[in-house]
């Protein structure tokens, strides 16, 4: 089992950037695929990215693509979300979460651990 906090939100405005970290307890955090969901108000949660084990491969979804880069320090036990360029639309509360299976999944339902969510929102 992992337990996962997320740090890093803030009110930023449009144009900006904000790194997210999610840091991850216990010594297995390296054997979980690691994902960022986000959920604007009214909405479902939605798929932002994921990135392997290893970190040497990544996945995102089309809306953040070319913005938004995670990356992971194992050894740090944390994952981070790098948004640049942020929109408007990027406002919402962000997640992260770990998956036991180890391919990456834009599924929610696919993943096993989640943390309480950090708030993200940009102003115009």
């Known amino acids: 089992q992992v337990q996962l906090v997320e740090s890093g939100g803030g009110l930023v405005q449009a144009g900006g950037s904000l790194r997210l970290s999610c840091v991850g307890s216990?010594?297995?955090?390296?054997?979980?695929?690691m994902g960022w969901f986000r959920q604007a108000p009214g909405k479902e949660r939605e798929f932002v990215g994921a990135?392997?084990?290893?970190?040497?491969?990544?996945t995102y979804a089309d809306s953040v693509k070319g913005r938004f880069t995670i990356s992971r320090d194992n050894a740090k036990n944390t994952v981070y979300l790098q948004m640049n360029s942020l929109e408007l639309e990027d406002t919402a509360v962000y997640y992260c979460?770990?998956?036991?299976?180890?391919?990456?999944?834009?599924?929610?339902?696919?993943?096993?651990?989640w943390g309480q969510g950090t708030q993200v929102t940009v102003s115009s």
């Open positions: 216990g010594r297995t955090f390296s054997t979980y695929v």
């Open positions: 990135i392997s084990r290893g970190g040497g491969v990544t």
């Open positions: 979460a770990a998956r036991i299976i180890g391919t990456l999944s834009p599924h929610t339902h696919e993943y096993n651990y």
